[in-house]
Nanobody, 115 residues
Framework: QVQLGESGGGLAQPGGTLTLSCAAS????????MGWYRQAPGKQRELVAS???????DYVDSVKGRFTISRDNMKNTVYLQMNSLEPEDTAMYYC?????????WGQGTQVTVSS
């Protein structure tokens, strides 16, 4: 079993910065993909950014150039640096770890962008 622990959400002003962290623990298999999804009220959950063990990244178009995903494979931790935040980024952000058919989720951390 794998557990994901998220931190770093909160309230930010438009144009501000937040950094999310997610640490995985338990029986972690490699290679794997760790990433962040978000879900706003009334909307479907969407992939924000992901990164493989080997360093390949993927971003949703709306965050390209503003968000940066990184990971520390030794610590099984993934980070999401969010710059130039917009009100449209307001959502619950969920950490995800995927290895073949196994998919694990964190409990989520709220990000609210408002003046």
């Amino acid at each position: 079993q794998v557990q994901l622990g998220e931190s770093g959400g909160g309230l930010a002003q438009p144009g501000g910065t937040l950094t999310l962290s997610c640490a995985a623990s338990g029986r972690i298999s490699s290679p794997n993909t760790m990433g962040w999804y978000r879900q706003a009220p009334g909307k479907q959950r969407e992939l924000v950014a992901s990164m493989t063990t080997g360093g390949t990244t993927d971003y949703v178009d709306s965050v390209k150039g503003r968000f940066t995903i990184s990971r520390d494979n030794m610590k099984n931790t993934v980070y999401l640096q969010m710059n130039s935040l917009e009100p449209e980024d307001t959502a619950m952000y969920y950490c995800n770890l995927n290895h073949i058919i196994w998919n694990y989720w964190g409990q989520g951390t709220q990000v609210t962008v408002s003046s």
